[in-house]
Protein backbone atom coordinates (compact mmCIF):
# COMPACT_ATOMS: atom_id res chain seq x y z
CA UNK A 1 0.00 0.00 0.00
CA UNK A 2 1.17 3.18 -0.91
CA UNK A 3 1.78 6.28 1.37
CA UNK A 4 -1.13 8.09 -0.24
CA UNK A 5 -3.83 5.21 0.47
CA UNK A 6 -2.48 4.21 3.77
CA UNK A 7 -3.02 8.46 4.75
CA UNK A 8 -6.52 7.81 3.70
CA UNK A 9 -7.09 5.11 5.93
CA UNK A 10 -5.76 7.10 8.87
CA UNK A 11 -8.16 9.99 8.27
CA UNK A 12 -11.25 7.84 8.10
CA UNK A 13 -10.66 6.13 10.74
CA UNK A 14 -9.84 9.52 13.10
CA UNK A 15 -13.43 10.75 11.65
CA UNK A 16 -14.89 7.82 12.48
CA UNK A 17 -13.53 7.85 15.99
CA UNK A 18 -14.47 11.26 16.46
CA UNK A 19 -17.29 11.66 19.15
CA UNK A 20 -20.66 12.93 17.93
CA UNK A 21 -21.25 15.91 20.37
CA UNK A 22 -19.92 17.90 23.16
CA UNK A 23 -16.86 20.40 22.17
CA UNK A 24 -13.75 18.92 21.09
CA UNK A 25 -10.69 18.93 19.26
CA UNK A 26 -9.80 15.99 16.81
CA UNK A 27 -5.97 14.38 17.30
CA UNK A 28 -6.23 13.89 13.53
CA UNK A 29 -3.75 17.18 12.55
CA UNK A 30 -0.90 15.60 14.66
CA UNK A 31 -1.27 11.76 13.72
CA UNK A 32 -1.07 13.09 10.20
CA UNK A 33 1.90 15.40 10.43
CA UNK A 34 3.38 12.17 12.13
CA UNK A 35 2.52 10.08 8.74
CA UNK A 36 3.48 12.76 6.53
CA UNK A 37 6.89 13.27 8.30
CA UNK A 38 7.62 9.53 8.03
CA UNK A 39 7.13 9.52 4.36
CA UNK A 40 8.85 12.59 3.53
CA UNK A 41 5.90 14.43 2.49
CA UNK A 42 3.98 17.09 3.85
CA UNK A 43 0.56 16.53 5.47
CA UNK A 44 -2.23 18.33 3.34
CA UNK A 45 -3.92 21.45 4.65
CA UNK A 46 -7.29 19.92 5.36
CA UNK A 47 -5.59 17.29 7.42
CA UNK A 48 -4.18 20.15 9.73
CA UNK A 49 -7.37 21.90 10.22
CA UNK A 50 -8.89 21.32 13.70
CA UNK A 51 -12.53 20.34 13.29
CA UNK A 52 -14.68 21.29 16.32
CA UNK A 53 -18.09 19.34 17.02
CA UNK A 54 -20.78 21.14 17.62
CA UNK A 55 -24.30 19.69 19.56
CA UNK A 56 -27.76 21.91 19.02
CA UNK A 57 -30.85 22.28 20.91
CA UNK A 58 -34.25 24.24 19.36
CA UNK A 59 -35.07 27.53 21.20
CA UNK A 60 -38.30 27.32 23.76
CA UNK A 61 -40.47 29.65 25.94
CA UNK A 62 -40.70 29.34 29.45
CA UNK A 63 -41.01 31.33 32.50
CA UNK A 64 -38.54 33.90 33.08
CA UNK A 65 -38.29 36.41 36.63
CA UNK A 66 -36.65 39.17 37.02
CA UNK A 67 -35.57 38.48 40.94
CA UNK A 68 -33.96 41.16 44.03
CA UNK A 69 -31.61 39.15 46.20
CA UNK A 70 -30.74 40.24 49.71
CA UNK A 71 -29.51 38.97 52.94
CA UNK A 72 -30.76 40.21 56.32
CA UNK A 73 -31.16 38.95 59.79
CA UNK A 74 -34.24 37.44 61.37
CA UNK A 75 -35.79 40.19 63.66
CA UNK A 76 -39.05 40.06 65.48
CA UNK A 77 -40.32 43.65 66.07
CA UNK A 78 -42.15 41.87 69.30
CA UNK A 79 -39.52 41.94 71.97
CA UNK A 80 -40.10 42.71 75.56
CA UNK A 81 -38.33 42.39 78.87
CA UNK A 82 -39.88 41.55 81.48
CA UNK A 83 -38.15 44.07 84.82
CA UNK A 84 -39.34 43.14 88.33
CA UNK A 85 -41.12 46.11 90.20
CA UNK A 86 -40.55 45.00 93.70
CA UNK A 87 -36.65 44.47 95.03
CA UNK A 88 -37.33 40.93 96.54
CA UNK A 89 -36.32 37.76 96.61
CA UNK A 90 -37.20 34.94 93.73
CA UNK A 91 -38.69 31.65 95.54
CA UNK A 92 -39.91 30.10 92.00
CA UNK A 93 -39.18 29.98 88.53
CA UNK A 94 -41.14 28.43 86.17
CA UNK A 95 -39.59 29.07 83.16
CA UNK A 96 -36.85 28.36 81.12
CA UNK A 97 -35.07 29.99 77.90
CA UNK A 98 -36.82 28.58 74.42
CA UNK A 99 -40.28 27.88 76.79
CA UNK A 100 -43.30 28.83 74.67
CA UNK A 101 -45.35 31.19 77.02
CA UNK A 102 -48.99 32.97 76.70
CA UNK A 103 -49.92 36.04 77.61
CA UNK A 104 -50.03 36.62 81.57
CA UNK A 105 -48.39 33.37 82.47
CA UNK A 106 -46.88 33.60 85.21
CA UNK A 107 -42.50 33.39 84.70
CA UNK A 108 -41.38 34.08 88.03
CA UNK A 109 -42.71 34.55 91.88
CA UNK A 110 -40.90 36.60 94.37
CA UNK A 111 -41.08 36.48 98.16
CA UNK A 112 -44.44 38.18 99.18
CA UNK A 113 -45.47 37.32 103.23
CA UNK A 114 -45.12 40.83 104.10
CA UNK A 115 -47.24 42.72 101.09
CA UNK A 116 -49.74 39.70 102.10
CA UNK A 117 -49.48 41.24 105.46
CA UNK A 118 -50.32 44.47 104.20
CA UNK A 119 -53.01 43.72 102.42
CA UNK A 120 -54.51 41.94 105.09
CA UNK A 121 -54.24 44.65 107.47
CA UNK A 122 -55.91 47.00 104.84
CA UNK A 123 -58.39 44.63 104.69
CA UNK A 124 -59.19 44.91 108.21
CA UNK A 125 -58.79 48.76 108.36
CA UNK A 126 -61.69 48.55 105.46
CA UNK A 127 -63.83 46.77 107.25
CA UNK A 128 -63.87 48.89 110.20
CA UNK A 129 -64.53 52.15 108.31
CA UNK A 130 -67.52 50.28 106.98
CA UNK A 131 -68.68 49.67 110.39
CA UNK A 132 -68.01 53.40 111.04
CA UNK A 133 -70.13 54.66 107.52
CA UNK A 134 -72.92 52.59 108.40
CA UNK A 135 -73.29 54.08 111.95
CA UNK A 136 -72.71 57.39 111.09
CA UNK A 137 -75.41 57.23 108.43
CA UNK A 138 -77.83 56.21 111.02
CA UNK A 139 -77.16 59.01 113.51
CA UNK A 140 -77.54 61.20 110.57
CA UNK A 141 -80.80 59.74 109.58
CA UNK A 142 -82.12 59.59 113.34
CA UNK A 143 -81.47 62.96 113.56
CA UNK A 144 -83.32 64.00 110.08
CA UNK A 145 -86.73 62.04 111.13
CA UNK A 146 -86.41 64.00 114.95
CA UNK A 147 -85.81 67.30 113.34
CA UNK A 148 -88.79 66.70 110.17
CA UNK A 149 -91.44 65.34 113.08
CA UNK A 150 -91.28 68.63 114.62
CA UNK A 151 -93.18 70.70 111.93
CA UNK A 152 -93.87 73.77 112.72
CA UNK A 153 -93.46 73.47 116.55
CA UNK A 154 -90.20 73.82 118.09
CA UNK A 155 -87.72 71.47 116.80
CA UNK A 156 -86.65 67.95 118.46
CA UNK A 157 -83.24 68.66 117.91
CA UNK A 158 -81.10 71.42 116.71
CA UNK A 159 -80.26 72.00 113.24
CA UNK A 160 -76.24 72.32 114.43
CA UNK A 161 -76.95 68.84 115.66
CA UNK A 162 -78.80 67.62 112.33
CA UNK A 163 -75.92 69.25 110.24
CA UNK A 164 -72.92 67.56 112.38
CA UNK A 165 -74.23 64.31 111.99
CA UNK A 166 -74.26 64.78 108.37
CA UNK A 167 -70.45 65.91 108.30
CA UNK A 168 -69.69 62.84 110.49
CA UNK A 169 -71.47 60.53 107.93
CA UNK A 170 -69.57 62.44 104.96
CA UNK A 171 -66.07 62.04 106.74
CA UNK A 172 -66.95 57.88 107.60
CA UNK A 173 -67.54 57.98 103.69
CA UNK A 174 -64.47 59.48 102.89
CA UNK A 175 -62.79 57.27 105.26
CA UNK A 176 -64.04 54.38 103.81
CA UNK A 177 -62.85 55.16 100.61
CA UNK A 178 -59.17 55.56 101.49
CA UNK A 179 -59.43 52.39 103.46
CA UNK A 180 -60.29 50.73 99.96
CA UNK A 181 -57.64 52.43 98.28
CA UNK A 182 -55.03 51.06 100.55
CA UNK A 183 -56.38 47.77 99.68
CA UNK A 184 -56.44 48.64 96.36
CA UNK A 185 -52.82 48.99 96.46
CA UNK A 186 -51.70 46.76 98.66
CA UNK A 187 -54.01 43.65 96.29
CA UNK A 188 -51.72 45.45 93.18
CA UNK A 189 -48.57 44.96 95.42
CA UNK A 190 -49.17 41.51 95.76
CA UNK A 191 -49.41 41.14 91.89
CA UNK A 192 -46.02 42.74 91.65
CA UNK A 193 -44.59 40.05 93.64
CA UNK A 194 -45.52 37.66 90.48
CA UNK A 195 -43.59 38.46 87.23
CA UNK A 196 -45.55 37.46 84.07
CA UNK A 197 -45.09 37.66 80.53
CA UNK A 198 -47.12 40.38 78.83
CA UNK A 199 -47.14 38.76 75.31
CA UNK A 200 -47.49 35.15 74.16
CA UNK A 201 -44.01 34.07 72.81
CA UNK A 202 -40.76 32.15 73.41
CA UNK A 203 -38.44 32.87 76.29
CA UNK A 204 -35.30 33.91 74.50
CA UNK A 205 -33.09 34.85 77.82
CA UNK A 206 -33.67 33.90 81.66
CA UNK A 207 -31.40 36.37 84.09
CA UNK A 208 -32.94 35.61 87.13
CA UNK A 209 -31.86 32.08 89.35
CA UNK A 210 -33.71 30.81 92.58
CA UNK A 211 -32.54 32.99 95.50
CA UNK A 212 -31.81 36.09 93.70
CA UNK A 213 -32.40 39.69 94.57
CA UNK A 214 -34.70 40.62 92.12
CA UNK A 215 -33.60 44.54 91.35
CA UNK A 216 -36.11 47.08 90.20
CA UNK A 217 -35.23 48.20 86.79
CA UNK A 218 -33.24 45.40 85.65
CA UNK A 219 -34.44 42.87 83.14
CA UNK A 220 -35.50 39.64 84.62
CA UNK A 221 -36.81 37.42 81.30
CA UNK A 222 -36.89 38.64 77.42
CA UNK A 223 -40.02 37.74 75.22
CA UNK A 224 -40.22 37.38 71.76
CA UNK A 225 -43.05 36.80 69.09
CA UNK A 226 -41.56 34.59 66.85
CA UNK A 227 -44.75 33.67 65.15
CA UNK A 228 -44.29 36.12 62.66
CA UNK A 229 -40.78 37.09 62.25
CA UNK A 230 -39.29 39.82 60.17
CA UNK A 231 -36.41 40.29 57.88
CA UNK A 232 -35.12 44.16 57.77
CA UNK A 233 -33.32 45.27 54.70
CA UNK A 234 -32.19 47.95 52.30
CA UNK A 235 -32.08 48.83 49.06
CA UNK A 236 -30.40 51.23 46.83
CA UNK A 237 -33.25 54.17 45.99
CA UNK A 238 -33.13 53.44 42.72
CA UNK A 239 -35.02 50.14 43.38
CA UNK A 240 -37.65 52.02 44.54
CA UNK A 241 -40.47 52.02 41.68
CA UNK A 242 -39.52 47.84 41.34
CA UNK A 243 -40.30 47.60 44.93
CA UNK A 244 -43.65 47.24 46.22
CA UNK A 245 -46.16 45.72 49.27
CA UNK A 246 -47.67 42.66 49.29
CA UNK A 247 -44.46 41.24 46.74
CA UNK A 248 -43.80 37.57 47.33
CA UNK A 249 -40.45 36.42 49.43
CA UNK A 250 -39.03 33.36 49.39
CA UNK A 251 -35.79 32.82 52.04
CA UNK A 252 -33.71 30.22 53.29
CA UNK A 253 -30.92 29.53 55.39
CA UNK A 254 -27.50 28.13 55.50
CA UNK A 255 -28.60 26.70 58.74
CA UNK A 256 -31.53 25.22 57.09
CA UNK A 257 -30.55 23.17 54.45
CA UNK A 258 -33.38 22.30 51.93
CA UNK A 259 -35.53 24.36 53.65
CA UNK A 260 -37.88 27.40 51.84
CA UNK A 261 -39.80 29.88 53.77
CA UNK A 262 -42.24 32.16 52.17
CA UNK A 263 -43.38 35.58 52.95
CA UNK A 264 -44.57 38.75 51.86
CA UNK A 265 -43.09 42.57 52.09
CA UNK A 266 -45.06 44.51 54.49
CA UNK A 267 -44.33 48.05 54.14
CA UNK A 268 -41.27 50.17 52.28
CA UNK A 269 -40.26 52.85 54.16
CA UNK A 270 -41.34 56.34 52.28
CA UNK A 271 -37.99 58.25 52.73
CA UNK A 272 -34.47 57.36 51.81
CA UNK A 273 -31.90 58.07 53.98
CA UNK A 274 -29.72 61.29 53.20
CA UNK A 275 -26.58 59.44 53.91
CA UNK A 276 -26.86 56.07 52.46
CA UNK A 277 -29.49 56.32 50.10
CA UNK A 278 -31.24 53.11 50.58
CA UNK A 279 -34.65 52.38 51.47
CA UNK A 280 -35.71 50.51 54.14
CA UNK A 281 -37.56 47.40 53.80
CA UNK A 282 -39.59 44.93 56.11
CA UNK A 283 -40.89 41.42 54.60
CA UNK A 284 -42.77 39.17 57.07
CA UNK A 285 -42.22 35.21 56.84
CA UNK A 286 -44.52 32.82 57.60
CA UNK A 287 -42.61 29.25 59.04
CA UNK A 288 -45.43 27.66 59.60
CA UNK A 289 -44.58 25.19 63.04
CA UNK A 290 -40.62 25.88 62.25
CA UNK A 291 -39.20 27.89 65.01
CA UNK A 292 -36.87 31.04 63.77
CA UNK A 293 -34.11 31.87 65.87
CA UNK A 294 -33.79 35.46 66.04
CA UNK A 295 -30.47 36.63 64.50
CA UNK A 296 -30.45 34.12 61.85
CA UNK A 297 -28.77 34.98 58.68
CA UNK A 298 -31.37 34.35 55.31
CA UNK A 299 -31.05 34.84 51.64
CA UNK A 300 -34.06 36.08 50.17
CA UNK A 301 -35.29 36.68 47.00
CA UNK A 302 -37.87 39.11 45.77
CA UNK A 303 -39.49 38.26 42.99
CA UNK A 304 -39.98 41.75 41.02
CA UNK A 305 -41.51 40.83 37.60
CA UNK A 306 -42.56 37.53 36.51
CA UNK A 307 -42.99 36.59 32.34
CA UNK A 308 -44.88 33.15 31.29
CA UNK A 309 -43.65 33.06 27.68
CA UNK A 310 -40.05 34.19 27.40
CA UNK A 311 -37.84 32.72 24.53
CA UNK A 312 -34.69 31.44 26.39
CA UNK A 313 -31.49 30.79 25.51
CA UNK A 314 -28.98 28.32 27.62
CA UNK A 315 -26.13 30.14 28.49
CA UNK A 316 -24.21 27.17 28.00
CA UNK A 317 -24.56 28.91 24.38
CA UNK A 318 -23.46 32.26 24.87
CA UNK A 319 -20.60 34.10 23.37
CA UNK A 320 -19.49 36.84 24.72
CA UNK A 321 -17.29 39.67 23.00
CA UNK A 322 -17.16 43.45 22.73
CA UNK A 323 -19.72 43.70 25.60
CA UNK A 324 -22.09 42.08 24.05
CA UNK A 325 -23.73 38.52 23.96
CA UNK A 326 -24.33 36.22 21.08
CA UNK A 327 -25.58 32.97 19.63
CA UNK A 328 -25.35 30.42 16.74
CA UNK A 329 -28.05 29.47 14.68
CA UNK A 330 -28.16 26.50 12.07
CA UNK A 331 -29.53 27.94 9.07
CA UNK A 332 -29.98 26.38 5.94
CA UNK A 333 -27.39 24.22 7.00
CA UNK A 334 -24.84 27.06 7.91
CA UNK A 335 -24.41 28.40 11.66
CA UNK A 336 -24.62 32.59 11.93
CA UNK A 337 -23.87 34.08 14.54
CA UNK A 338 -26.87 36.50 16.19
CA UNK A 339 -26.69 39.08 18.69
CA UNK A 340 -29.33 39.14 21.50
CA UNK A 341 -30.81 41.51 23.20
CA UNK A 342 -31.28 40.80 26.77
CA UNK A 343 -34.27 40.30 28.90
CA UNK A 344 -34.57 39.30 31.96
CA UNK A 345 -32.43 36.28 32.89
CA UNK A 346 -31.89 33.30 35.79
CA UNK A 347 -28.66 30.87 37.07
CA UNK A 348 -29.25 28.96 33.34
CA UNK A 349 -30.88 31.20 31.13
CA UNK A 350 -31.27 34.64 29.44
CA UNK A 351 -34.08 36.16 27.67
CA UNK A 352 -33.73 37.00 24.30
CA UNK A 353 -36.16 40.21 24.31
CA UNK A 354 -38.33 40.69 21.16
CA UNK A 355 -35.85 42.82 19.18
CA UNK A 356 -33.76 39.53 19.03
CA UNK A 357 -33.46 38.26 15.62
CA UNK A 358 -34.71 34.60 17.11
CA UNK A 359 -37.88 32.47 16.67
CA UNK A 360 -39.31 29.76 19.13
CA UNK A 361 -37.93 26.46 17.85
CA UNK A 362 -34.73 27.44 16.24
Known sequence: MNVSASLCFLLLGLALATPSCGFKKSAAPSQADAAAAQSGEKAPAAARKET????VRPLLRGVIERRLEAT???DSLNVVD??????????EIFVEEGDRVKAGQELARL???????????AEVRLAETKLGTLQAQRDFE???RL?????????LIAEQVLETSRQAWDSAKAAEAGAQVTLDRAAWDLTRCTLRSPIAGIVTLRDLSLGDMATVG???????????????FYRPQRELVSLMGGQPVTATSEALPGISIPGLIERIAPVVDANTGTIKVVAGLNPGELVLPTGILMRLTVVLERREQALLVPKEALLYEGGGAYVFVLREGHARRILIVPGFEDAKHLEAAAETA?????
Open 72 to 74: ANV
Open 111 to 121: RSEQVDLSRRD
Open 142 to 144: RNQ
Open 82 to 91: VIPERAEPVV
Open 358 to 362: LSEGE
Open 218 to 232: QRAFQIADLSRPKLI
Open 147 to 155: WQEGGNTPR
Open 52 to 55: LLVR
